[in-house]
């Protein structure tokens, strides 16, 4: 259609000499594509977007050179993406519209980031994660794999505001982060938990359990959770869903016996 | 002035040929809309604004085409906005800047939505509603009359996430949610109640009842409410508040009187 | 770069014959600037930028003139910023991506506001002030000097949505308002003190107090607050923290001796 006509690029799009695009790329009206910017193949870009956005120093610095960016193969990026040199965006990642990431931010292939969300750079998501709309990503957060965060949360960063000390907050694989939660700096939150809604979360949650309340207390362990409708357990998620996962069709079980190594080498993931 | 000539297509703006424009439509530098949208006459669309986003089938169907959008008579869409094909914006609704409207949402005439709100589609909010700034309406919410939602709060629609379960907030007529509310998936706030600012709601709220607080707790009628000014109640709101309501200028209760049917034949607005 | 090239005014931007131009201005592609903006030396206008937004006044009335809009010198609005006729925005004041400003809004220089920050008009900001993403400032608000204002913090206005009752917040200078933080109509916060992250504050704090929860209660004095990493103490931040504030490199106190006159004249700083 006019304003994304897919595998094209749009008259209206103002793209660097300097950036390297894949085949049956797209790119929308009114986009900007900065030096340096690499689009693999099949990616789609919606209009109004900027990527390779300069990073400070290039309003100081003369001859300032743009970092890489990295757009992966058959990504799509909704209208609106403003993403800085010198990160690395996956294969098939989505966004929603008027994402912003900022410079050294990686995420992972298969993970989709919402509409509004902000992410503030130096940080780490891994594969197959969801963060919702309008989630706030402090720097310094690492983030796993099979990881969600729902709308409004925050990940912070200053443990005593204003400092300079920046302690990131870890999200650890499978774990479930409830809207408007807020997490606070240097917070370790375990594999396969469950942030409820709300929570202020001030300490390390652990593995499997399930966190309430400002502050957060811990309520129980997620397999406590049963189902209104069935009766039955739906903690651990990865048990119980599959919609957009590699394990769809086949269920987790089956799938991470496939598997030959673990998913990821990384204290995110403790050995249970 | 030279971004928004009132009455004028500006000559930036990308409109389709298959795009439905009624008398003096206002079109802004750089707006985008697709195939399929209907504006009627006397809309305003702010500049930069995308109209008839199409849905996600675009990008895996080769012969797409686009549902219908249709913007109502003296519409204003402010800077920025994102209306998805396929919803229904009614006559003299208001936006404010980069609002984001998905599929299948239905606004009924005379309604706001505020700077930054982000209504995720498949929902339906009646007339004279007002949503604040940066309010997150999740699908299947069923929003009624005259409906007070203020900043940040968030209407959830996912009871164990993640899962494949819906279940959509019903807001009844006359309520009034304060700001950073969120409301779990399948509440009922009820008519002429009152949501306190940073409540976390996840039981049904009673008809002109006040509840507050992480749990939210009952805390009073509505009719309890006193103005520190004067002493006098406040609450129903119908009954002391007026500006940019159909009965401005005669109090509700005269106007209500001139009202043949129940403004809206619904179960939000069970009968007293 | 090809959308924002320093120093130059991008082919595709629109700017209006009465809009007025200091030396060595940028403004980015796609930037609309309206009538009556002046844009002082060295200033920087990311692209995808409206300044000079009209006021609702220009939809209804025939001969509308556009109030005039200040940025200051050197200022560094990033793409996407909207700021309306009739503010001033102050010499080396810096916004983030996304940023709403709406009429008489007054913001002091050097302060920043970051992404997605919407600042309803009607308020005032004082210089080295620090807005951080996504912050909420309602109409009437009045923010003092050096004050630091994390993510996702709302200043409320009215006292009994709705009303036609607009009661600003007032937040003294040197104060901190952690992330997710609510706080009331009519609220003061006091010179130096700290809300913490998702506090409810529906009275006002007092000078060098930390307040916490929903609602809000008093914990400490700021004094009380001790580093984890060293055992010192860490507030007032003033006294310990530097980085982009006019007495860094010689200390607060050496640089408050160094000052005539009270930073501001003004009953937000009340005499000690």
Redesign the interface.
Known sequence: ????T?GKIHP?A???EKAVLGTSVTIG??C????NVEIADGA?IG??S?LG??TAA??REEHHE?AALRIGKGA?LR??A?VYAGSRIGDAVEF???V?IRERTEIGAHSRVG??S?I?GYCTIGPYS?LH??V?IGQKSDIGNFV?I???V?L?ND???????LQGVVVEDFA?I???A?I?AGVRIGHDSLVG??A?VNKDVEAESVVV??PARKLASVRD?K???TGES??P?RE??E?GMPWEGMGYEVWAGTQRVPLRAHPRSAPE
Chains 1, 2, 3 share one sequence.
């Not at 900007?32 to 030096?35: N, S």
């Open positions: 259609m006019d304003g994304l897919l209206t103002i793209v660097s009206a009114h900007i594509v900065y030096d789609v209009p109004n900027i956005e300069p290039y309003y743009n799509l209208s609106g403003i929603g519209h008027r912003t509409t509004l902000d503030q969801r709309s309008n706030h969600w729902f709308p409004y925050v912070t443990p005593q505001p204003p400092s300079s000390i479930v409830a809207t408007q807020v606070m809604a709300s202020l309340g400002v959770i189902s209104v409708a739906v903690y998620w119980h869903f919609r």
